[in-house]
T-cell receptor, first 112, second 112 residues
Framework: RKEVEQDPGPFNVPEGATVAFNCTYS??????FFWYRQDCRKEPKLLMS???SGNEDGRFTAQLNRASQYISLLIRDSKLSDSATYLC?????????????FGAGTRLFVKA | NAGVTQTPKFRILKIGQSMTLQCTQD?????MYWYRQDPGMGLKLIYY???????DKGEVPNGYNVSRSTTEDFPLRLELAAPSQTSVYFC???????????FGPGTRLLVL
């Protein structure tokens, strides 16, 4: 089982749609969680951190479920500019050696 | 603030050649990282550093070396280039282990 797994997609959605991505992780001792966005041929950039209580930033909502070991990202009212690859990132700190694990990413295409 | 800068942007190497990928950050971050990203794959950690003079191996260190003589610079050295090292290389930095990583624009390396 991969340490961090994401549905690779692609997700093809019309503008204005709501889309949700899930990401599962295998290490129950994982300490911090993030969603990054990566545009084609560009570097990853932080979209948002994921907190236990859940957090929202405009049209984006992130949730963490430690019991089931998954995090989610919800995008409401999708825009064309949301088209990108979304990377789930799990940080295990120094447990068993430093590890920040990046998922392979979920591709999103938003169509007009 | 330039953030994280990387040079070169693109390079073609012949098998067996050597090169150094440069990475500099101006945010006074203690933590720096080198990743490689293969098509359709997540980022894999090559080496990381928790401060000047301290480096450690990541998940895929074979074939690479690093040094960290200053807080700002974290060069990655390929000694004997192999086709398997064809990839996109990203350098990143963060203030602390659990915090956001800021990425450079990447170096695309092709080994023929």
């Amino acid at each position: 089982r991969k340490e961090v797994e994401q549905d690779p997609g692609p997700f093809n959605v019309p503008e204005g749609a709501t889309v949700a991505f899930n990401c599962t992780y295998s290490n129950s001792a994982s300490q911090s969680f993030f969603w990054y966005r990566q545009d084609c041929r560009k570097e990853p950039k932080l979209l948002m951190s994921v907190y236990s209580s859940g957090n929202e930033d405009g049209r984006f909502t992130a949730q963490l479920n430690r019991a089931s070991q998954y995090i989610s990202l919800l995008i409401r009212d999708s825009k064309l500019s949301d088209s990108a690859t979304y990377l789930c990132v799990v940080n295990n700190g120094y447990t068993g050696g430093f590890k920040t694990i990046f998922g392979a990413g979920t591709r999103l295409f938003v169509k007009a | 603030n330039a953030g994280v800068t990387q040079t070169p942007k693109f390079r073609i190497l012949k098998i067996g050649q050597s090169m150094t990928l440069q990475c500099t950050q101006d945010m006074n971050h203690n933590y720096m990282y080198w990743y490689r990203q293969d098509p359709g794959m997540g980022l894999k950690l090559i080496y990381y550093s928790v401060g000047a003079g301290i480096t450690d191996k990541g998940e895929v260190p074979n074939g690479y070396n690093v040094s960290r003589s200053t807080t700002e610079d974290f060069p990655l050295r390929l000694e004997l280039a192999a086709p398997s090292q064809t990839s996109v290389y990203f350098c990143a930095s963060s203030r602390d282990l659990q915090e956001t990583q800021y990425f450079g624009p990447g170096t695309r390396l092709l080994v023929l």
